[in-house]
């Protein structure tokens, strides 16, 4: 049988950070009002010279590097990203071009901030079905370049940064849906209905501009536990795990308090939920792959753990990935 493992994480983050105190001397807000609803204490924000493409190549040379396997070994780039560099061509192929990578193919995915996600699962399907062998997974964001900063309620939630991971399929023997390493279960959703409570009023074929981020951020709150709990039910489902019996909990890094209500109504303990929203703010499709490093480097996840991925992001989409590294 065939399965998507992964050999390795890398993550980039601009060299600016930006605290709440910070935002204070702007912004008619404080450190009191964002930490109490949101949990975030600060965000990275890139500079001019730093972009998607940049941040992604970044990234995903630190991916390399932790996998110790070579660039040219890549035949396959899939970039998740809501703020491209360009309208076209994609982002993945610019991040190619910045690795010396001249072979394969490379594409961006659109999911906003479930983007990593929905990602992870094109590859998993790409590579199971013998298209490629090793790829790239990359999350990278620059969502600063897209925020209203006189929106108080939006632009002290986002962050810019980038994400990624190595991943190739490796023949196994046949064994149960929940044993062995690798992707165990993936599970997508969307509902177009719900497009006016998280989108950009701008884009190429209607106004012909770029736009800024619009939110109902109540209606989104009351929304995320819900959906996000429907997809892990189902990745649980899929392969018999339960999710209280998961090594580590990799959530979307959107809101402290939605973080913890999903935890609290899937039964898992919030020491075994990777929290990383304080440091980074909402990097949209980089946060799983942001917080997934952090907690792979500092020693928190260890081979043979069972992670969960979730996200939830605009249009409505969300979605969950069982793996085991």
Not at 30 to 54: F, L, N
Not at 293 to 310: C, K, Q, Y
Request: with cysteine.
């Amino acid at each position: 049988m065939k399965r998507t493992v992964m050999l390795g994480v890398g993550t980039a983050l601009p060299k600016r950070v930006v605290t709440n105190a910070d935002l204070e001397k702007t912004v008619d807000t404080t450190d009191e009002w964002i930490v109490q609803r949101t949990g975030i204490r600060q965000r990275y924000i890139a500079d001019e010279t730093e972009t998607t493409a940049s941040l992604g190549a970044d990234a995903a040379r630190a991916a390399l590097e932790n996998a110790g396997v070579d660039a040219q070994s890549i035949d396959l780039i899939v970039v998740a990203t809501a703020t491209p560099d360009n309208t076209f061509p994609a982002t993945a192929v610019e991040i190619q071009k910045r690795l010396g990578i001249h072979h394969g193919y490379a594409f961006d995915v659109a999911a906003v901030c479930t983007g990593f996600i929905y990602a992870l699962a094109t590859v998993d399907a790409h590579l199971k079905a013998g298209l490629a062998k090793r790829a790239l997974v990359i999350g990278a964001e620059t969502f600063s370049r897209i925020l209203d900063w006189e929106d108080r309620t939006t632009c002290v939630l986002f962050g810019d940064g980038a994400g990624a991971i190595v991943v190739e399929t490796q023949e196994l023997e046949e064994m149960a849906p929940g044993e062995g390493p690798g992707v165990l279960a993936v599970s997508l959703r969307s509902d177009g209905t719900h497009k006016e409570k998280l989108y950009v009023d701008g884009g190429p074929s209607t106004t012909q501009t770029v736009g800024k981020l619009r939110m109902e951020g109540r209606e989104v709150f009351r929304h995320a536990v819900g959906m996000i709990t429907d997809v892990i039910k189902d990745v649980c489902g899929q392969t018999g795990i339960a999710a209280s019996e998961i090594d580590w909990l990799v959530p979307h890094q959107a809101n402290r308090r939605i973080i913890d209500a999903s935890a609290k109504k899937l039964g898992i303990d919030i020491k075994n939920v990777v929290v990383t929203v304080d440091k980074h703010g909402n990097t949209s499709a980089a946060s799983v792959p942001l917080a997934l490093d952090e907690a792979v480097r500092d020693g928190r996840v260890r081979p043979g753990d069972t992670l969960l991925l979730e996200a939830m992001g605009g249009g409505f989409t969300w979605g969950a990935i069982l793996l085991r590294v």
